[in-house]
């Protein structure tokens, strides 16, 4: 039988020298006392968490539903109404997206008027076509394929002209000829639709001037050449939004054959490693794709010129980013980042955004000529026969070019709401009630906002698990709406099979 030497193992190990001076003794002993004084201070920091955490009470909102029916809005609303502050301080980091949703709008007109109905401005295709017009476009066969409306490559072979012209309507073949729809009002995508009093669409040879013009006597090839920046803009804005690492973050409308539209092989310039921004060449099948970010504050984190700390400040920026192909428990899951300590983009007026940047001041450089575009009579026809009615479409802000081009323009709380930027992939965003916001604090609030399109689906399925309350959105709109990513399905059929 073993023979017990001590009671305690360590006492055996930690026990004095035999031969330990008085001297050392005392150090010894009073070593030993600031190594209790700090274990009990760790011991008591970690009962006053765990009491704290007790207390805390952590709701979890799951926000579901298909693509544009709002989720990815009601959580800025949450924002704005339960964290004001750091809404507020946010708000000038939604420039830059409203800023592409007004460059988009820009370009959709171009396109219509310079694409007439085979490339992107089709309803086929283009999502910012009304998705009433989609929807009725659902069942239509194929567009005749009328060698006139095609582009030759030139940028030059179709021209419109818009204004007052007495003349009646008229359509002129200089290369090709064929018979002009049986019915001018049917609801085709024929040549008809570009057929009106007020402008007139006709081809002429490359080599020629375009006599055609604008409401206000500017001619359209002049108006497109000025707003050619708004192509660099473009591909510099979504370089700004997407992280450098992002291999698929936006699908980027390519620019249209070389010369035509509002400008043809710009590149990316400044692109840093947004893929796919740009180039001459581009497939038109990615034309009119919509552009996204990975949620999360990723795209913030690139716009912002410096960073701060806010210790405490009980406002998640450091949300959780799950990629589509990851489950909650993935790498980037739940625990760590957000709340305190999290790292956010400076606000306005601090980081000289707001005076130093160059896609606004070429928007207010443009600005006249956009306003012009937009307001011209004749461009709102071929909108509305092309039936593309982009002040339908979320993210439209031509209505309010004057405001929004000014150099000091800072977003309004219903701009944000109104910016559209499309998500893909799952965050979850912390809250924790501002006293300003007159609510309780103490309860933490953790809203998952995920991509809402077909193939974002599977990625919601590990986030049922742990959830207080899930909100489905549903826009009461889409009873006659077709989904942008499949425009065979109607949105309320998707809806209810969702
Ligand atoms: N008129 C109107 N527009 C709304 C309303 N709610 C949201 N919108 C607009 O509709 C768009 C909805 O876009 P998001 O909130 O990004 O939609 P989402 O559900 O997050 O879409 P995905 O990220 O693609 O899944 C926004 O541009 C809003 O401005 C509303 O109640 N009325
Ligand atoms: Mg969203």
Redesign the pocket.
């Known amino acids: 039988m073993p023979v017990r030497t001590a009671d305690d193992p360590l006492d055996e190990v930690l026990k004095p020298p035999p031969d330990e001076s008085p001297e050392d003794r005392a150090v010894r002993l009073q070593n030993e006392a600031e190594a209790k004084r700090v274990s009990l201070a760790i011991d008591a920091s970690i009962k006053a968490e765990r009491h704290a955490r007790r207390k805390k009470r952590i709701v979890r909102l799951l926000?579901l539903?298909?693509?544009?029916?709002?989720?990815?809005?009601?959580?800025?609303q949450f924002q704005r109404l339960y964290t004001p502050t750091a809404f507020r301080e946010e708000r000038i980091l939604w420039r830059a997206v409203i800023q592409l949703n007004i460059v988009r709008s820009i370009r959709t007109i171009l396109d219509a008027l310079t694409f007439p109905s085979t490339s992107t401005s089709s309803p086929h295709t283009s999502p910012y076509s009304s998705p009433r017009s989609r929807a009725r476009t659902i069942s239509r066969p194929p567009l005749p394929n009328h060698p006139h409306e095609q582009y030759n490559g030139n940028g030059n072979d179709t021209t419109l002209t818009f204004g007052s012209s007495s003349s009646p309507p008229r359509v002129r073949h200089r290369h090709h000829h064929h018979s002009p729809p049986s019915n001018p009002d049917s609801d085709g995508d024929s040549e008809s639709d570009f057929v009106h009093p007020h402008h007139h669409i006709h081809h002429r040879s490359p080599r020629s001037t375009s006599p055609l013009t604008l409401a206000q006597n500017t001619p359209l090839d002049a108006l497109k050449a000025r707003l050619l920046p708004l192509r660099h803009i473009e591909a510099l804005l979504i370089a700004k939004l997407v992280p450098p690492n992002e291999e698929e973050a936006t699908h980027f409308a390519r620019p249209g054959p070389p010369g035509v539209g509002v400008g043809a092989g710009t590149s990316a310039g400044s692109s840093s490693g947004a893929s796919s921004t740009s180039g001459g060449t581009g497939n038109h099948a990615y034309r009119n794709q919509?552009i996204?970010v990975r949620?999360g504050t990723g795209w913030k984190g690139g716009l912002a010129r410096a960073r701060v700390t806010y210790p405490g400040s009980g406002y998640g920026y450091g949300d959780h980013h799950h990629g589509a192909k990851q489950n909650k428990n993935g790498s980037s899951g739940k625990g760590s980042g957000g709340g305190n300590g999290a790292t956010r983009p400076m606000s306005a007026g601090t980081t000289g955004l707001e005076t130093q940047d160059e896609p606004q001041e070429v928007l207010n450089m443009c600005r006249r000529d956009m306003i012009a575009l937009w307001n011209d009579e004749g461009v709102r026809e071929v909108l509305r026969r092309r039936k593309i009615r982009i002040e339908e479409e979320?993210?439209f802000f031509l209505d309010d070019l004057e405001r929004l081009t000014s150099l000091k323009y800072m977003p309004t709380d219903d701009d944000v709401?109104?910016?559209?930027?499309?998500?893909?992939g799952v965050s979850e965003y912390k809250f924790e009630m501002e006293a300003t916001a007159g609510r309780d604090s103490g309860t933490e609030w953790r809203i998952v906002?995920?991509?809402?399109?077909r193939s974002?689906r599977p990625t919601w399925a590990p986030f049922f698990d742990d959830v207080d309350a899930i909100i489905f959105?549903a826009?009461i709109?889409g009873f006659d709406q077709v989904l942008s990513e499949d425009r065979t399905v109607n949105r309320l059929v998707s809806f209810l099979s969702s």
């Open positions: 926000l539903g298909q693509s544009e029916s709002g989720k990815s809005t009601t959580l800025r919509e996204f949620p979320s993210g709401l109104k910016a559209r930027l499309k998500t893909v906002d995920v991509g809402g399109s974002q959105l826009p709109s």
